[in-house]
């Protein structure tokens, strides 16, 4: 099973960018689809993107499309997600786990746990 922390998080003005990194343990990484989540405060957690097991496939929120780029590299069991011009709405807790698509939707693998989180503030 795979266990994450994520990182990278912080206060950025309108426009900028910041680089989050998700640190992931367990057997299972590299053989697993691993997704990027976000939630805003007082809204559902939604996906922001997605990453194959080798990395050639990526997906993204429309949201984010063109701004957001997923990556990962799995000598190190990492997984990043470079944020470029952010604006406001992006604002939100980020978190990152085992992905799988099913109708359309993403969703986190069931029975994997979400890490803590990393707060990323966006200012106007």
């Known amino acids: 099973q795979v266990q994450v922390v994520e990182s990278g998080g912080g206060l950025v003005q309108a426009g900028g960018s910041l680089r989050l990194s998700c640190a992931a343990s367990?057997?299972?990484?590299?053989?697993?689809?691993m997704g990027w989540f976000r939630q805003a405060p007082g809204k559902e957690r939604e996906f922001v993107a997605a990453?194959?097991?080798?990395?050639?496939?990526?997906y993204y929120a429309d949201s984010v499309k063109g701004r957001f780029t997923i990556s990962r590299d799995n000598a190190k069991n990492t997984v990043y997600l470079q944020m470029n011009g952010l604006a406001p709405e992006d604002t939100a807790v980020y978190y990152c786990?085992?992905?799988?698509?099913?109708?359309?939707?993403?969703?986190?693998?069931?029975?994997?746990?979400w890490g803590q989180g990393t707060q990323v503030t966006v200012s106007s």
């Open positions: 786990a085992p992905a799988l698509t099913y109708g359309g939707t993403w969703y986190k693998v069931a029975g994997s746990s």
């Open positions: 367990g057997r299972t990484f590299s053989s697993s689809t």
């Open positions: 990453v194959s097991t080798g990395g050639a496939r990526t």
